[in-house]
């Protein structure tokens, strides 16, 4: 077989993600920020929105949604064919991933299987539906080959796993099939998770809970949720949560407005591949600093000048704007 070399050059940067956290969490909102996007509404959130986006189906009546597994994938496949829909929009979004799963995906793994629930047969439709859900991500996958970026909303679940130590503890992931226990363990989490390149949970600013006392059976709810929210950008020790090339960008992060949050995700994404990102970035705070020490600011310049020059990240050179703003 002869060898085709595929010749190095500037990438276009496409993103896949999945948005996962409680209900009201700007999941969808955040998503909505993407430009040119063709939806996928499985749980009717697009009926809230002020603008209806494009839509693969009536979201109001349902008209056009397909009834079945095989018409969900015949819909994908025949979104990657068309040309003209690519040309007209680059993202699709699938909101939500956790009602495709119920819907679609174990239905159909069920079917399968020739059952009625996943425990039956020793938990064996739990392999149908692993198998179901690595299907549909190969569908995406080609999707992804025709220039496409996908993003995913999904709810979450806490699920229980053992630690490094040995220990038994809640960690919150996505809202997919997890089964555990002495047959085995079934966990869709990962086939998602692992595939994306950003996997981020999003949860309200400001709540809080108190410790359990030896008496109490219950957490007791303190604070008070605020009006931002939180993104979680890597994992935690309860939290499954990755994203890739946003080593510059804190997590938690404290989000004011969908808006914010997806010029961070985006943003910064589509930077980390622009080359020359850096050196404009570095260009613009020098002038800020010229701009703040004319204003009669305070500090050494020569200091602050040499911390603009040696900066690696454009989030490094962020926080100095922001200080000098």
């Not at 085709?4 to 909102?29: A, D, E, Y």
Request: proline share 5%.
């Amino acid at each position: 077989m002869p060898i085709q070399i595929v010749k190095g050059g500037v990438r276009r940067p496409q993103m896949s993600c999945i948005l996962f956290g409680p209900p009201g969490t700007w999941k969808t909102s955040t998503l909505a920020c993407a430009q040119r996007a063709l939806w996928l509404d499985f749980h009717g959130s697009t009926k809230t929105m002020g603008e209806r986006p494009d839509c693969a189906w009536d979201p109001e009546t349902g008209e056009g949604r397909p009834g079945n597994y095989p018409d969900l994938v015949d819909l994908i496949r025949d979104i990657a064919a068309d040309k003209k829909l690519r040309a007209d929009h680059d993202w699709l979004i699938l909101d939500g991933l956790d009602d495709v799963e119920q819907e679609f995906l174990l239905p159909e793994a069920l079917r399968r299987a020739d059952a009625k629930a996943l425990g039956e047969n020793f938990f064996k439709p739990c392999d149908f539906l692993l198998a179901v859900h690595l299907e549909f991500r190969r569908e995406l996958e080609l999707l992804v080959r025709q220039g496409w970026n996908v993003g995913m909303t999904c709810h979450a679940q806490n699920i229980e796993r053992v630690n490094a130590d040995g220990v038994n503890c809640l960690v919150c992931d996505l809202k997919v099939m997890y089964v555990s226990g002495k047959l085995g363990k079934w966990d869709a989490a990962p086939i998602w998770r692992d595939w994306v390149d950003h996997c981020v949970y999003l949860d309200m600013e400001g709540g809080k809970y108190a410790k359990l006392d030896a008496k109490d059976k219950i957490a007791h709810a303190t604070g008070t949720y605020g009006a931002g929210r939180v993104a979680y950008l890597r994992g935690e020790p309860w939290l499954e949560a990755k994203v890739r090339r946003l080593e510059s960008v804190p997590s938690p992060m404290k989000c004011g407005s969908p808006e914010e949050l997806w010029a961070v995700l985006w943003g910064k994404w589509s930077e980390s591949f622009d080359s020359g990102a850096l050196e404009r970035k570095r260009a613009e705070v020098l002038a800020l600093a010229q701009a703040y020490f004319a204003a009669g600011g305070k500090g050494s310049q020569e200091k602050l000048v040499g911390a603009v020059n040696a900066a690696k990240s454009t989030g490094a050179l962020d926080k100095i704007a922001a200080n000098l703003r």
